[in-house]
């Protein structure tokens, strides 16, 4: 099993980045996917989740997740970027029944 993110990076205040998730070894399309974020001193938090039915939770007003069955990809959209959404980003496969897959992160700063 393996996810793996990428599209980090460092971007100035009122950006936007797209970061992906490509998952393998696991029935992706059955999966739930989340994205979680962890800030240097904080605890990790949801800022989106997606459903494998497709349904969206958008926990972040500016970010959007969406997710691809053909590719065994799901995306985070981040808009309007500000130095608070600083924080290495997640991405978790959830079969809501106890087994969860993480990636292993990418870091995002936001910064002038």
């Known amino acids: 099993v393996q996810l793996v993110e990428s599209g980090g990076g460092l971007v100035q205040p009122g950006g936007s980045l797209r970061l992906s998730c490509a998952a393998s070894?696991?029935?992706?399309?059955?999966?739930?996917m989340r994205w979680y974020r962890q800030a240097s001193g904080k605890e990790r938090e949801l800022v989106a989740r997606?459903?494998?039915?497709g349904g969206i939770t958008n926990y972040v007003g500016r970010f959007t997740i969406s997710r691809d069955n053909a590719k065994n990809t799901v995306y985070l959209q981040m808009n309007c970027l500000k130095p608070e959404d600083t924080a290495v980003y997640y991405c978790?496969?959830?079969?809501?029944?106890?087994?969860?897959?993480w990636g292993q992160g990418t870091q995002v700063t936001v910064s002038s």
């Open positions: 978790q496969g959830n079969d809501g029944v106890g087994r969860e897959y």
């Open positions: 070894g696991f029935t992706f399309s059955s999966y739930d």
């Open positions: 997606i459903t494998n039915a």
